[in-house]
Nanobody, 120 residues
Framework: QVQLVESGGGLVQPGGSLRLSCAAS????????MGWYRQAPGKERELVAV???????NYADSVKGRFTISRDNAKNTVYLQMNSLRPEDTAVYYC??????????????WGQGTQVTVSS
């Protein structure tokens, strides 16, 4: 069993900031990557940012320079610092975990999502 606990979503005015966090626990042997995706109403889920255990990070073009992904490997936690938020950032944000389970099989696990609303 794997658990992902997401927190930090909410309502913020345009130009404001939010910090999302996602903590993984359970039957995890190792983590390959942790990342954030989002899905706005009527749209497909899209990549926001991903951080690999090897140390690389990738961002969607739409959030480059505004969002920063970081990891606390000791806590199996990933953070997403979101600055200069825009109304178009409004979406449900999902944490994604790419990991190896205790049997060394590669698996993917999604969090339940946290709502981010940017509105005045």
């Amino acid at each position: 069993q794997v658990q992902l606990v997401e927190s930090g979503g909410g309502l913020v005015q345009p130009g404001g900031s939010l910090r999302l966090s996602c903590a993984a626990s359970g039957s995890i042997f190792s983590i390959n990557a942790m990342g954030w995706y989002r899905q706005a109403p009527g749209k497909e889920r899209e990549l926001v940012a991903v951080s690999t255990t090897g140390g690389s990070s990738n961002y969607a073009d739409s959030v480059k320079g505004r969002f920063t992904i970081s990891r606390d490997n000791a806590k199996n936690t990933v953070y997403l610092q979101m600055n200069s938020l825009r109304p178009e950032d409004t979406a449900v944000y999902y944490c994604k975990l790419d990991y190896k389970n205790v049997y060394r099989f590669t698996r993917v696990y999604w969090g339940q999502g946290t709502q981010v609303t940017v509105s005045s």
